[in-house]
C-alpha cells in the first residue's frame, strides 16, 4: 500500500493537580478552545473537548505519527502557561501529573461528543474520581488507587 491511513480515536481524561476547581465560568470556555488548538498543532485534531470546574475530556484523532503521550505533554503543558496567564486567579493552575486515554470506535463517537457536553450536568451527582473510576472499569483498565490521585 503506498499510503498510511488512520482513524484512532482516543477519549483523553486528566485533572487539575489535587482536583483543585481552577476551571470556572471566566476561563472554562476560552480553555476548551485553547485545548482544542493544542490538540490541532499537535496534528490531532479534537472532535470535543468539555469538563467541569476540575477536570477536562477530549475526545481527538490521533495522528498516526503522533504517540498519544506527546499529545498530552504538549496539551497539558501549553494549556497550563496559557492559564497562569489569565490573571492572578490562574497563578498557581496546574495539571495532575497522569491522565486516562482510552480508545472509541467510530460508531461511539456521538455518544460520547453528548457525553463530554453534558458533564457540568453529569457532575451534579458524582465526583470525579467516581467518574473516572467508572471508566477504568468500562475500558478495563487495571489499576492501584494508590497511584491514581495526585
Given at each position: 500500500?503506498?499510503?498510511?491511513?488512520?482513524?484512532i480515536l482516543v477519549h483523553l481524561v486528566f485533572s487539575t493537580k489535587d482536583r483543585r476547581?481552577?476551571?470556572d465560568e471566566g476561563i472554562s470556555d476560552e480553555l476548551h478552545r485553547y485545548l482544542s488548538t493544542a490538540c490541532k498543532t499537535?496534528?490531532?485534531?479534537?472532535?470535543?473537548?468539555?469538563?467541569?470546574?476540575?477536570?477536562?475530556?477530549?475526545?481527538?484523532?490521533?495522528?498516526?505519527?503522533t504517540?498519544?503521550?506527546d499529545v498530552v505533554q504538549t496539551v497539558k503543558a501549553d494549556s497550563s502557561?496559557?492559564?497562569?496567564?489569565?490573571?492572578?486567579?490562574?497563578?498557581?493552575?496546574?495539571?495532575?501529573?497522569?491522565y486516562g486515554a482510552f480508545s472509541i470506535s467510530q460508531s461511539q463517537v456521538n455518544r460520547l461528543t453528548r457525553y463530554i457536553a453534558e458533564q457540568v450536568k453529569h457532575h451534579?451527582?458524582?465526583?470525579?474520581?467516581?467518574?473516572?473510576?467508572?471508566?477504568?472499569?468500562k475500558y478495563e483498565v487495571e489499576y492501584d488507587e494508590r497511584y491514581v490521585w495526585d
Amino acid at each position: 500500500m503506498a499510503q498510511s491511513l488512520a482513524n484512532i480515536l482516543v477519549h483523553l481524561v486528566f485533572s487539575t493537580k489535587d482536583r483543585r476547581p481552577l476551571i470556572d465560568e471566566g476561563i472554562s470556555d476560552e480553555l476548551h478552545r485553547y485545548l482544542s488548538t493544542a490538540c490541532k498543532t499537535c496534528g490531532c485534531p479534537a472532535l470535543r473537548v468539555g469538563g467541569t470546574a476540575d477536570h477536562v475530556h477530549i475526545l481527538f484523532s490521533l495522528s498516526r505519527t503522533t504517540t498519544v503521550a506527546d499529545v498530552v505533554q504538549t496539551v497539558k503543558a501549553d494549556s497550563s502557561k496559557w492559564a497562569k496567564t489569565k490573571g492572578r486567579k490562574y497563578e498557581q493552575f496546574a495539571w495532575q501529573a497522569g491522565y486516562g486515554a482510552f480508545s472509541i470506535s467510530q460508531s461511539q463517537v456521538n455518544r460520547l461528543t453528548r457525553y463530554i457536553a453534558e458533564q457540568v450536568k453529569h457532575h451534579t451527582t458524582g465526583t470525579f474520581q467516581d467518574e473516572f473510576r467508572a471508566l477504568l472499569r468500562k475500558y478495563e483498565v487495571e489499576y492501584d488507587e494508590r497511584y491514581v490521585w495526585d
